[in-house]
């Protein structure tokens, strides 16, 4: 069984909340809330590729 990797889960967590605050902010008609969550979408998905391939770079899973 392989390890957990509790770093990339987190960036995964968050991400999956940041989609979750794209669709309340849609419920909230908030144009601001949308534009703010597909921003942070895109930060934390990208912090989270980079991570893993500097992970991947040292050798590490």
């Known amino acids: 069984m392989k390890n957990l990797n ?3 889960l987190l960036f995964a967590i968050a991400t999956t909340f940041c ?5 309340i902010a849609i419920a909230e008609r908030s144009m601001l809330g949308i534009i703010l969550s597909i921003i942070a979408v895109i930060i ?3 912090l989270g590729f ?3 391939k ?3 770079e ?3 899973p």
Do not use: D, E, F, S
């Open 19 to 23: 989609i979750m605050l794209i669709g």
């Open 54 to 56: 500097k992970m991947r």
């Open 58 to 60: 040292n050798g590490r």
């Open 50 to 52: 980079t991570t893993k």
């Open 44 to 46: 934390v998905t990208g």
């Open 6 to 8: 509790v770093l990339m």
